[in-house]
């Protein structure tokens, strides 16, 4: 049975542990402390069996919200708990009257592209500019 809840911070390590298994950056501690000041209900685990076994975190600007950091341990996958998580971040941010939410997949992610667009979400020709800070 797959639990989906709200993060908290004792599951700091455990989702850490998800994130390098995964191969994703961690999000250290102040970061996500910050992260957690504004949409703390956005952070979601997925727990089977007492192990954090996916997660992901999502942002809300106010007008638009962000999926961030969907992932899942290598030994847990295609066991429905991504899809379980990004629909239980969705149900949050419609309970926000978000009115549409976005994400980043790398374009030679081929599966993750297929993931994403399988749930329906659609690939935009919309060029990424960043600027570290």
Not at 11 to 20: L, N, P, Q
Not at 29 to 38: Q, Y
Not at 77 to 102: S, T
Not at 124 to 131: A, G, H, Q, S
Request: with cysteine; charged share 25%; proline share 6%.
């Amino acid at each position: 049975m797959i639990e989906i809840r709200q993060f908290g911070w004792s599951d700091y390590d455990a989702v850490v542990a998800v994130w390098a298994a995964a191969g994703r950056e961690v999000v250290p501690r102040a970061e996500l402390a910050a992260k957690l000041t504004r949409d703390p209900e956005l952070f979601l685990v997925a727990e089977t069996d007492a192990d954090v076994a996916g997660v992901v975190m999502g942002t809300y600007d106010g007008r638009r919200g962000w999926i961030l950091r969907l992932a899942v341990r290598p030994e847990h996958r295609r066991r429905g708990i991504a899809g379980q998580l990004v629909g239980e971040l969705e149900r949050r941010f419609r309970l926000l009257d978000c009115p549409r939410v976005n994400l980043l997949v790398m374009p030679d992610n081929e599966a993750g592209l297929r993931f994403w667009q399988a749930l329906g979400y659609l690939p935009m020709p919309d060029v990424l500019c960043t600027k570290p800070m």
